[in-house]
């Protein structure tokens, strides 16, 4: 379904686009755990400040310009519609971005800057993606799914690329903890780093509020999960992807669930420790190993820092 050479080709394709983020050690945790090597990539200094422009830039290009000049159209809770606004506004396409009614106040500022055409809709990530899809079908114009589409997931797997040039000249393998919501980005990430160190470990990290992956899992299927409101909104939603889910199953060596007030400590530990402001989301990982829910022993343990598009006044309500 989607193949090294397939994020490999991606990489060269949004080479023009995209930044190579910084990798940059985590002394603060290592003290706390302790382990000598955990890294954290650091994909909030990315542009629109999350891993999302990756995979939206990627399909947009696989796109022909007649598609294109039509426009497209997508869902998001915020970060994956600013990838597509960023990427559709580089390439001269019209965008139609629904989201729900509870998005990111930050998030949905900085898509109307981007010149979008905007729509709310639904109360969660689900609601707003199925008004999408109704309106492409009505309106013929091409999708962009938000973690679920071959050429997204390939867009994410370049991380997993930048990852082996940064540490495998060293190592034979290294455990990648990465934050799960549908699946896209962990899917992407395992793929690239597993066809070339096969031995590595990549574990998923979902908050207990939006368990969606790890029920899945559990189920062998996809399955409709409960959700609770959650500080890590970017991962929020009741359904994970089919695909992502098959290539988890595959790929992955687990999927672990941390509580909503360890995302927060870890969120408050970041900006302290390192001075990095991140979103809920981009947490996940470093409240795994506070909680002490990874058990690997793989040096390096590289967290996936997946964004750091949070408002200030959501940052410090806490």
Request: aromatic share 6%; hydrophobic share 45%.
């Amino acid at each position: 379904m989607i193949s090294l050479t397939d994020i490999e080709y991606a990489r060269v394709k949004t080479k023009p686009y995209i930044y190579p983020t910084p990798l940059l050690r985590c002394t603060w945790l290592e003290e706390k755990v302790p382990h000598s090597g955990i890294y954290a990539k650091l994909e909030n200094l990315q542009r629109t400040g999350s891993f999302k422009i990756r995979g939206a830039t990627n399909s947009l290009l696989q796109l022909d310009s007649a598609t294109r000049a039509k426009g497209v159209v997508t869902a998001s809770a915020g970060n994956h519609g600013l990838g597509v606004a960023q990427a559709a506004q580089w390439l001269g396409c019209p965008a139609i971005i629904f989201v729900p009614t509870t998005a990111s106040p930050l998030k949905v500022s900085k898509l109307r800057q981007l010149g979008v055409t905007l729509i709310e809709e639904g109360t969660d990530y689900d609601e707003a993606e199925a008004a999408a899809q109704a309106y492409a079908q009505t309106k013929n114009l091409a999708f962009i799914h938000a973690f679920d589409q071959p050429g997204v997931i390939a867009g994410q797997g370049t991380i997993g690329l930048e990852l082996l040039e940064e540490l495998s000249e060293s190592q034979s393998r290294m455990c990648v903890v990465v934050p799960v919501g549908g699946g896209g980005l962990i899917s992407g990430i395992a793929i690239a780093v597993k066809a070339k160190l096969p031995q590595s470990k990549i574990i998923g990290v979902q908050s207990e509020a939006s368990p969606a992956m790890a029920r899945s899992l559990e189920a062998g299927k996809v399955v409709e999960t409960p959700i609770a409101e959650t500080i890590a909104d970017g991962l929020a939603g009741r359904l994970v992807g089919e695909n992502a889910l098959r290539l988890v199953q595959e790929f992955c060596d687990e999927v672990v669930l941390v509580k909503e007030n360890g995302i927060r400590f870890a969120m408050k530990e970041f900006y302290f420790r390192q001075g990095w402001r991140l979103e809920g989301a981009a947490a996940v990982g470093a409240a795994a190993i506070l909680e002490e829910k990874l058990h690997a022993q793989e040096t390096p343990i590289v967290l996936v820092i997946s964004g750091g598009n949070v408002a200030e006044e959501r940052f410090y309500s806490f």
